[in-house]
């Protein structure tokens, strides 16, 4: 089955750029997702991007995709305080009712 | 204006105990998800429903019983509850399959003791 890889801590000073990395498996993975979990609070869907993209940036945000190396990336610009939280990838197949498999998260300080 | 909520947020136990989690969507999806987070916050699906059918039922003991008694709504009936449930249950939901967007409620906290 689908295995996604991600860091477990990362940890950049506010005003610099994070770069969360994430691998995946399954080339047959077709919708790749960020999720952003704050402490104490549910899952908030961030971006995505279909797998016939290699880029795609929304404000701070900026998704990379190497669908070669299945590597995909959330880069986030101006790193605030507010945005200290875990990081989810998660990864769809389009083969009908397979779940998202999701990363177990990179959990992101931002030191003031 | 609450897209996915859940009762409870906190649900505190003894084991043996049967309990019941709520998940409601005013979204007007017609697929709904149960995800189960440990302490190590991985987070695994156990339970799909799309249009009040089951579609996904992944490696869950039968002591976890969902029900879906309308395309708004999702519960999760917990039998007979052990310490290994101790964890956070997430509901989501999604218009479509494949789901391109699911959106997740804020959790249930569950702890057995």
């Known amino acids: 089955g689908e295995d996604v890889e991600q860091s477990l801590f990362l940890s950049v000073r506010e005003g610099d750029s994070s770069v969360i990395n994430c691998t995946y498996t399954?080339?047959?993975?077709?919708?790749l997702y960020w999720y952003k979990q704050e402490p104490g609070a549910g899952l908030q869907l961030l971006t995505y991007?279909?797998?016939?993209?290699d880029m795609k940036q929304d404000q701070r945000l900026t998704v990379l995709l190497n669908k070669k190396d299945k590597h995909l990336s959330l880069r986030i610009a101006d790193t605030q305080t507010g945005d200290s939280a875990i990081y989810f990838c998660?990864?769809?197949?389009?083969?009908?009712?397979?779940?998202?498999?999701f990363g177990k998260g990179t959990r992101l300080s931002v030191i003031a | 204006d609450t897209a996915v909520s859940q009762t409870p947020k906190y649900l505190v136990t003894q084991m043996g105990n049967d309990k019941s989690i709520k998940c409601e969507q005013n979204?007007?999806?017609?697929?709904m998800y149960w995800y189960k987070q440990d302490s190590k916050k991985f987070l695994k699906i156990m339970f799909s429903?799309?249009?009040?059918?089951?579609?996904i039922n992944e490696t869950v003991p039968n002591r976890f019983s969902p029900k879906s008694p309308d395309k708004a709504h999702l519960n999760l009936h917990i039998n007979s509850l052990e310490l290994g449930d101790s964890a956070v249950y997430f509901c989501?939901?999604?218009?479509?399959?494949?789901?391109?967007?699911?959106?997740f409620g804020p959790g249930t906290r569950l702890t057995v003791t």
């Open positions: 989501a939901s999604s218009q479509g399959v494949p789901a391109y967007e699911q959106y």
């Open positions: 998660a990864v769809l197949a389009d083969s009908g009712n397979t779940p998202l498999v």
């Open positions: 979204l007007g999806h017609d697929t």
């Open positions: 991007i279909f797998s016939n993209m």
């Open positions: 429903y799309n249009n009040k059918e089951l579609i």
């Open positions: 399954d080339s047959s993975s077709t919708y």
